[in-house]
Structure formats: C-alpha cells, structure tokens
C-alpha cells in the first residue's frame, strides 16, 4: 500500500462487499493467564467473517512500532475490507485514524468498526467518515492558532522566545574587563564561562568577529643542514616562512 496520505482529503468510496475481510487488533502486554483481551478480539472478528486476523501486542517501542498492522496493511487487495473491533484498536487519535482510513481508500479498500458500527463501504458509514476528517482538519486549526496566540503574547510582554544567549549581558562585561588583563586569554576566558572560543569572539566585535585560524604544522618534514639561511650548497635563503606541505 501507498504511504503518501492527503489528512484532509476522503479518497472514494470502495466497492462494497467485493473482497475478503480481513482482520486488525491490538492488546496490551499481559501474562499468558491474561490474555483475554487478545482471544477476545480475534474470536470476535473471526465471528464477523474476517478469514485472516492479525494481532500486535503493545511494546515499550511505542505506537508506532506496530509489525502486524503493516503486514495486514500489506496483505489488502482492492475491494477488501479491514475489520476492527473498535476505533481505538486502530489509532488513538482523529489525525492518525483519518490518515489510516484514507491510505485504506486510496488503495479501493473499505473499513468496519464492530463497536462503533461504522462501515466506509456504505453511504452512511461514507457521511460518518466524512465528519471526521472535519472534525480533524478542525482540530488541527485550533492547535495552529492557538500556538500562534500563544506567541503573539509572549512577545507582546517582552519575552524572548528561542533558546537562551550563551553569555548574558553581564557575563560579556566581565569578559571585557577581563581582556584588559594581559596575562587572561581568550581560550582562557572562553574556559572561564564555559563557551566555546567562537562565541567569545562572536559576543566580543572587538575581538575580530572570528576566532583566528592557522594552518596545520608540517608534522612529516624535519629541517636538515641545507634547509638552514645561507647554507654552502648553494641553496637559496629560506629565512622566510613556508607554507605546510602535505603528503
């Protein structure tokens, strides 16, 4: 099946009735003596014609790590229909159930939901569905406007939003003063207030604006006598400096 979705979009509606049953459950991690909740559902979709049934058992690897709902995603052919014993055993939120029920239809599949008595494959379940993707385009609204209320107002009482400067103001006053003091350095004073050197110079213009840079030491060349000014082999002066040479 596709993965690319459309959240606000209901994609068309399925052949009804023209495929298998195939069914989705999940159930939290219990012991053996526990495992009604698992037999439960699978006895219930087996009961509601479903000729396959695949059941995921929540993990510590969170909703998303979900290997039989791929599998049975995997599994659907045009005109199938996935059949849950209810919403939740499928998604636990309106934008991920909208996501789901439109990847389904994209791929000419429909959708049941025994307690919720919601079938996709007929008009009913069609106008239900369709309140959903709404309510979730609605929903998803209200959360972008109010994150922007929200920093509408933190701005108009002065707040600084983003993360906090690395030096404060009066932290880069010491650091001035301490500057006159020729024996501090900058690596020195940069170790003082736990900052990299490059901060330093970026609070500190008068610094530079830019940490110095120099060239790596030549490590693989060792002076010889004729590398030495005014050697008798008749080399030239080489008094001056040289670039580093790599290998």
Do not use: W
Request: glycine share 12%.
């Amino acid at each position: 099946m596709s993965a690319k979705l459309d959240h606000g979009r209901v994609a068309a509606q399925p052949a009804a009735g023209s495929g298998s049953r195939i069914g989705y459950g999940r159930a939290a991690a219990v012991s053996r003596a526990e495992a009604g909740p698992a037999a439960e559902q699978r006895t219930a979709l087996l009961e509601h014609g479903c000729g396959r049934v695949y059941l995921d058992t929540a993990t510590r690897r969170g909703e998303g790590h979900r290997p039989e709902l791929q599998a049975c995603l995997a599994s659907l052919h045009p005109g199938d229909t996935l059949v849950v014993v209810s919403l939740d055993r499928l998604g636990r939120s309106l934008p991920q159930l909208v996501k789901l029920l439109n990847d389904l239809r994209d791929h000419g599949a429909g959708f049941r939901a025994l307690h919720e008595g919601l079938d996709t494959t007929t008009p009913g379940g069609q106008l239900i569905f369709e309140v959903f993707t709404a309510l979730g385009s609605f929903q998803q609204e209200l959360l972008i406007e109010g994150t922007k209320e929200g920093l509408a107002a933190a701005r108009a009482r002065g707040e600084r939003l983003g993360r906090p400067p690395a030096l404060t103001p009066d932290q880069i006053q010491a650091a001035r003063a301490m500057l006159t003091d020729p024996g501090n350095s900058v690596a020195s004073i940069a170790r003082h207030f736990a900052v990299s050197r490059s901060t330093l110079y970026k609070h500190l213009p008068e610094l530079g604006g830019t940490a110095p840079t120099h060239p790596p030491a030549d490590h693989h060349h060792t002076e010889t006598p004729e590398d030495q000014p005014g050697d008798s082999g008749g080399n030239p002066d080489r008094s001056g400096s040289q670039a580093p040479r790599f290998g």
